[in-house]
């Protein structure tokens, strides 16, 4: 069809399309749902397998009414990938979130990851890409209700902010975290689609959008490599479980539904059961870097110089394999820095290989399966155990926290004395299971783990706030991409632990990325302009040297700082929410943890119910409770925040609380209120 061709109606006629798309889509996923496995399955596992495949294809064609089939149209000046003839017709796609086909293959929805879809993101009248006209479509609770033209091609229109993008970007959110597919922007367009092989670090302020561009990056990773990564397999890695469930239904709306999701206590939490907890000063220790030599010490001191030599009786015949001999083998092992497991695996092999050499220097020609008994043979096992022994990773990371003269031997020039002290349990346990072992020391038993046995890698890994890990906690998360490629995401001005990386160039050496590349997103599209700029003035103790946000939307009055007298504090933060909630949308009281039970006490006596970070908001239940210590990565439409003074309090130093009112004061999309009794931090004023 003519890209100028147009009904009398064009909302109309755009309305039939997506009827049209729609019934396709339907009938696509009718013809999935009678497939007839019967009779091409040889037996009941295959059976089982394809069955699944196919019940993950019906759940991928799912036709959500709130959620539009298509976004977005391009109609090019000629046919794509064609060549650009004099006067020849172009071509018409609709883009949205998955691929439709009608009865006869042809598509009638273009998935966005496409590249034909690229485009609709990238072209500009500067540099319009064989784009002629570009539509974007609004919808009211699932129903096309409004459309907007740009002519890229025509000199004479001028450019415009889109009202509809803008709309889309503003509109109030209930319950979690949806896909910004209609509204990517070109700098996050080139991010989303960086290619599989590269790791890429994003550094971005509150609200430019880092969290969406990480999930759709995987999203087009799996589009563009999907059998590589079906194999491989892909992970979120996000701060806490609140936040998972909060951005859970991002990829499932776009058609992705194997994606693993994870916190990095979940990764290194299959050993031991954490259920204590460190002083903010041992957690940083434990976390350094430097433990992990410590640990790489600790493990190589098991192995032992052989004394005696390795006798292997067979039938009438003794082989002897010298003690130094066995020593050089072990030595050569050592030298090659092999993991620990690998070479145990190792050294009865060469051990058996020297058996039988002595064996075919004495006439005997013996095969593999000879040299696989000799080093199954009890003399080889004894030698090996002696001499190399088995190690468990719990075990020796228990011995380190509890016998000081042990830890002092491996952390000698690594560790100070105070700082040996410092990571020492106070009460010794007797047994790992007995053990309080803590979120730190699970990440340390982690790494003896693949210093043991390799950690199996995955084809890619996400990680949001990945300002807030320490350096062991990198090393375990690079450890699940170590032959596969990452996104890293972050914003060092909001990192809150105390030991939170200082830069990005540091956190990507220990992730084992240290050549990816790092993008940084200034734009916020999501935090009035109003907003950034008045939290912003904590940057220069925060984050000295880091660009501030500016924000593209403009809302005034999007922001009020009121003071109230201690004794009505409550009921004035109260009064607030109620103001809040008048507006559509989600409301986040934001509070220092400990300021919860009288918040909490204020709202039941005043009739409002409420909920708990990471419970899904509803049109009946939109006011929730945010301790500040998971306000994190969350977004509320209005943010109430209670005494900024308290939450700087809350935390271990002034720098880290600051880091934590940042946050809090970055949550809202539409408008923020601070009531405070006590004074503001002076960095506000």
């Not at 990238?122 to 609770?141: C, E, I, K, M, W």
């Not at 000199?155 to 597919?181: C, F, H, N, W, Y």
């Not at 468990?392 to 380190?400: Q, T």
């Not at 926290?401 to 000698?412: M, P, V």
Request: hydrophobic fraction near 45%.
């Amino acid at each position: 069809m003519p890209a100028h061709e147009e009904s009398s109606n064009p909302l109309v006629r755009e309305r039939a399309h997506l009827a049209a798309s729609r019934a396709a889509l339907r009938a696509m996923r009718e013809d999935v749902q009678a497939l007839d496995i019967r009779d091409v399955t040889a037996n009941w596992v295959n059976a089982a397998v394809l069955q699944s495949q196919i019940d993950d294809r019906i759940k991928a064609l799912a036709d959500l009414s709130h959620t539009p089939l298509f976004f977005g149209r391009l109609d090019y000046l000629h046919v794509v990938g064609a060549e650009k003839a004099e006067g020849s017709e172009g071509e018409r796609f609709y883009i949205g979130r998955r691929h439709v086909h009608d009865a006869h293959g042809d598509p009638m929805v273009i998935d966005w990851r496409a590249p034909v879809s690229q485009p609709f993101y990238q072209a500009s009248r500067n540099n319009p890409l064989d784009v002629d006209h570009r539509r974007r479509f609004g919808y009211t609770g699932g129903e096309l209700t409004a459309y907007e033209d740009e002519y890229l091609t025509d000199p004479s229109e001028t450019e415009q902010t889109s009202k509809l993008l803008q709309a889309e970007i503003e509109r109030p959110r209930v319950g979690p975290m949806r896909d910004i597919v209609a509204t990517i922007q070109p700098e996050q367009d080139e991010i989303v689609r960086s290619d599989l092989g590269g790791t890429v670090c994003v550094q971005g302020g509150p609200g430019t959008g880092k969290t969406a561009v990480g999930l759709h990056r995987v999203a087009y990773l799996l589009y563009a490599h999907r059998e590589r990564l079906a194999r491989t397999g892909t992970l979120v890695v996000g701060p806490n479980r609140s936040f998972l469930h909060y951005i859970e239904q991002v990829l499932p709306a776009l058609g992705e539904l194997e994606v693993q999701q994870a916190t990095v206590e979940d990764l290194v939490a299959a050993r031991v059961e954490v259920r204590g907890t460190d002083e903010s000063a041992a957690a940083v220790i434990k976390g350094d870097a430097r433990m992990a030599e410590v640990l790489r010490r600790a493990i190589r001191s098991h192995v032992t110089p052989p004394v005696e030599p390795v006798v292997v009786v067979r039938g009438s015949r003794r082989w002897r394999v010298p003690a130094y001999e066995v020593e050089e083998m072990t030595a050569e092992l050592l030298a090659r820095d092999m993991r620990y497991g690998a070479a145990h695996e190792a050294l009865p092999q060469r051990i058996a290989h020297a058996v039988l050499v002595r064996m075919e220097e004495a006439g005997e020609a013996p095969d593999d399966r000879v040299q696989n008994a000799v080093a199954r043979n009890p003399a080889v096992k004894a030698a090996v155990k002696a001499v190399w022994p088995a190690v468990d990773p719990a075990k020796l990371v228990l011995r380190l926290l509890t016998d000081a003269e042990f830890l002092a031997a491996h952390a000698e020039g690594i560790l100070s004395d105070d700082e040996q002290k410092q990571i020492l349990m106070v009460k010794p346990a007797r047994s790992v299971k007995a053990a309080r072992w803590t979120a730190a020391d699970a990440v340390l038993i982690d790494e003896a783990a693949d210093l043991v046995a390799r950690t199996h890698s995955l084809g890619h890994v996400v990680i949001d706030e990945a300002q807030d890990l320490s350096p062991m906690q990198y090393r375990a998360v690079g450890r699940r991409c170590s032959t596969g490629s990452a996104t890293v995401l972050g914003d060092l001005a909001q990192g809150t632990t105390p030991w939170s990386t200082g830069s990005w160039e540091q956190a990507l050496f220990h992730l084992g990325k240290a050549d990816a590349v790092v993008e940084e997103l200034t734009a916020g599209f999501r935090v009035p302009r109003e907003v950034i700029a008045y939290a912003s003035r904590l940057l220069p103790a925060i984050s000295p040297g880091l660009t501030p946000v500016e924000s593209v939307r403009e809302a005034p009055g999007s922001l009020a700082v009121r003071e109230a007298a201690a004794e009505e504090l409550d009921a004035a933060v109260v009064a607030a929410c109620e103001e809040s909630l008048r507006h559509e949308g989600s409301i986040g009281l934001i509070a220092a943890d400990a300021r919860l039970p009288a918040l909490a006490a204020a709202l039941a006596a005043a009739g409002h119910a409420y909920l708990s970070p990471g419970e899904e908001t509803t049109a009946a239940s939109r006011l929730t409770l945010v301790p500040a210590s998971l306000a994190k990565g969350l977004e509320y439409d209005y943010v109430v925040l209670d005494e900024p003074a308290a939450v700087v309090d809350g935390e271990p130093d002034e720098r880290t609380g600051l880091r934590r009112l940042y946050v809090a004061l970055t949550r809202a999309v539409s408008g923020l209120t601070v009531l405070h009794a006590a004074d503001l931090p002076e960095q506000l004023a």
